[in-house]
């Protein structure tokens, strides 16, 4: 009778504990999906953010590019023999002083001979008994009239001067140049929208696959008449921390492939500044938070809307 006794008396208790144990596995268990899930949207959200920021860096960068570009052709001004030193100085003055002057170098004919010596492995004024090459002036023109239009004008003024023998430019060069500049400029635009459009589309589905896991936890709130605002706004809370963290994760990936670039590369450093990689390292960070934001939002009302046999359906 004694053990029936105790048997009855420890066997509720014994129950109690089993079902907390059960309900604290459970827990558990749905904690760690919950965190999976988080980690698998930081890293695809992450991913999709890196590939979006080198589209915009190179959006961005394309233009010093084009500029650096235009900056180094040169326009080669030939000066008669008879010109001095002096007077060939007093033009590189005068020519300073042009709209559309950059910088100029002056290559005496004594400088010229010694450089075409060193290329060719041979003096030509050895065997000719003179010094066959003129004096010249090297222009580098500002990007915005590195152009078939301006180099046009900009010659015809060059030679109307009595020191200057000739002017000679690339032509084709120049055009070509221009052409492929202008053809990757948009390509990289149309490419920076289809990313735009297919990393809206990833990252919806992979906050969409989290929101669906808690679709029933959405109905129950709405069945004690908690308010569609109160519903959406830890999942707005949950997309803007992972939009965060996945922002800040391929800020961090972009910048290490920049100083990777730097290392191996300096000179790239010419047409990076750091106004590109503030812009750049901005419009990740919004377009992280935009995004996610904007997924959990439209995702969460999509399940707020059904009725509750179409949540068993889906």
Not at 13 to 35: C, D, H, L, Q, S
Not at 38 to 43: A, F, N, P, Q, R
Not at 176 to 202: C, H, P, Q
Request: overall charge positive; some cysteine; proline content about 3%.
């Amino acid at each position: 009778m004694e053990l029936t006794k105790k048997k009855c008396t420890f066997a509720p208790e014994f129950e109690k504990i089993t079902y907390v144990r059960f309900m604290k596995r459970r827990r558990n268990n749905a904690g760690n999906r919950r965190g999976v899930q988080m980690v698998t949207l930081c890293i695809s959200t992450t991913m999709v953010l890196v590939l979006l920021g080198m589209v915009v860096f190179s959006v961005l960068t394309s233009h010093n590019l084009s500029q650096w570009v235009k900056e180094n052709l040169t326009v080669t001004v030939m000066l008669k023999d008879e010109v001095t030193v002096n007077e060939a100085k007093l033009l590189c003055r005068d020519l300073y002083h042009r709209p559309y002057s950059r910088n100029i170098d002056y290559i005496s004919r004594e400088q010229a001979l010694k450089e075409q010596s060193e290329a060719m492995g041979s003096d030509p004024s050895e065997f000719l008994g003179m010094n066959p090459f003129s004096a010249t002036l090297e222009l580098q023109m500002k990007s915005d009239y590195a152009n078939r239009d301006s180099l046009k004008w900009i010659a015809a003024e060059l030679k109307k001067n009595p020191k200057v023998a000739d002017v000679a430019y690339q032509v084709d060069l120049m055009d070509s140049v221009n052409r492929n500049l202008t053809k990757m400029n948009l390509l990289l635009l149309v490419i920076a929208g289809l990313l735009t459009f297919v990393s809206f589309a990833l990252i919806s589905n992979f906050v969409r696959l989290s929101v669906y896991s808690r679709r029933f936890l959405i109905h129950t709130m709405k069945l004690v008449g908690a308010s569609w605002g109160f519903i959406r706004r830890p999942f707005m809370k949950q997309g803007l921390v992972v939009g965060i963290i996945a922002a800040v994760l391929a800020i961090v990936v972009l910048g290490a492939c920049v100083y990777g670039l730097y290392y191996y590369e300096p000179n790239m450093m010419v047409v990076i500044t750091w106004r590109e990689l503030v812009i750049t390292a901005v419009a990740v960070l919004l377009f992280g938070i935009i995004i996610t934001s904007v997924s959990a939002y439209i995702s969460v009302n999509k399940f707020l809307r059904m009725t509750p046999g179409e949540l068993y359906k889906i």
